[in-house]
């Protein structure tokens, strides 16, 4: 298990003199609209822009077209000083709202032989990343050498640091050094 906080803006220096820095990509892709997604969020919110460009201005509208041919998952946003989403409602009766849909077409998922289970799986999946894009869980690191002069780094780790990648991107010679400065102690 990794100490985030500790590890978050906090240099790590290496054997050789080196620093390594991980912290957060303030600069990173949305990845509803840089990569490519298998579902749509349609969502209404006057204080957040939340998932995908659409032409629908009401809730109904969007319901009037899709109801029936697609599969479609209610979107909530849990915001208390932060916002997250999920496609179950919180327990929270102040901070909680349906703000939308999730929805992949029938069609879509036919084509590509899925069931309305792998359907939901793909998109409870693709609500995970954007979720953490949502709310800045998104990481890069920075290596430099004793002059501060930057000898190598890597953005856009959505999610946890570990499972994200981002460790299994820093050059091998300094991960094990790099892992071990992360454990919780």
């Known amino acids: 298990m990794y100490k985030y906080k500790n590890a978050i803006g906090h240099p790590i220096r290496l054997h050789d003199g080196k620093t ?7 600069y990173s892709v949305n990845p509803r609209k840089d990569m490519d997604t298998f579902s749509t969020i349609v969502a209404w919110h006057n204080d957040y822009i939340v998932g995908d460009k659409h032409k629908y201005r009401t809730p109904k509208d969007f ?29 929270d009766v102040w901070g909680n709202a349906q703000v939308g849909y999730i929805y992949v077409p029938k069609s879509k998922a036919e084509s590509e032989h899925l069931s309305e289970e792998q359907v939901y799986e793909i998109v409870k999946s693709e609500l995970s990343i954007y979720n953490d894009w949502f709310t800045g869980n998104v990481y890069g690191y920075v290596l430099e050498d004793e002059d501060w002069n930057c000898v190598d780094s890597c953005w856009g780790f ?17 991960r094990e050094e790099v892992s071990s400065a992360l454990l919780v102690q």
């Open 20 to 26: 390594l820095l991980i912290t957060k990509d303030e």
């Open 63 to 91: 319901l009037d077209e899709w109801e029936g041919k697609a599969y479609i998952y209610d979107l909530f946003m849990y915001q208390h000083g932060m916002a997250y989403l999920s496609m179950e409602p919180f327990n």
């Open 158 to 174: 959505i999610g946890d640091i570990e499972k994200s990648g981002l460790l299994d991107s820093i050059p091998e010679e300094y």
